[in-house]
């Protein structure tokens, strides 16, 4: 009788105790020709336009916020650039290596712009700067960080150099 009940509590036990299986059911994903012949939208990550390499390399602990933008929205803010969207990422302050890996992949595209050169109010560039006459210029200023981007925008992101000089632009004679 002791053996016939340790038996059923053996049997017991072990039926209490044993696992089912489940069967994983495989799921697969296939990627529409449309889907993957699609242009990919513009990538900024604080202020520097990207490409979607730097985005996936880019820790999801060092992201503060992310706003997408479409439309007449994306077009007005960037241009026909943003024509297909824009995905806006914003880093938290202090995240080592971010701007590393945005300054490396933009230099290695040519995408990377050093500051924004304003000569008496009027957006110059590297050929009107190499012109302006060194003897001419009154002062320099440079703008940087948010005070750059409040008054510029996004093209002010690198910095802003302020030049003003004596005679003012139309009257400055520049070197030919």
Known sequence: M??????????????????????KAV???????DMAKRPEPLYVIDGYKVNSR??????PDHIESMSVLKGASATALYGSEGAN?????????????TLALIKKDSLANNTFKGALYIIDGVKADKAMLKKL???????VSVLKDASATAIYGLEGANGVILIT??????????KN
Do not use: H, R, Y
């Open 165 to 174: 000089t004596k005679g003012g632009l139309k009257k400055q004679k520049l």
């Open 133 to 139: 006459n060194p003897d001419e210029i009154e002062s």
């Open 2 to 23: 002791k053996k016939l009940l340790m038996m059923i509590c053996l049997f017991t036990s072990l039926s209490a105790f044993s696992q089912d299986t489940v069967k």
């Open 85 to 97: 969207g824009v995905i806006v990422i914003a880093t938290k302050a202090g995240t080592k290596g």
């Open 54 to 59: 730097i985005v996936t390399e880019l820790k």
């Open 27 to 33: 799921k697969s994903v296939t990627i529409d020709e």
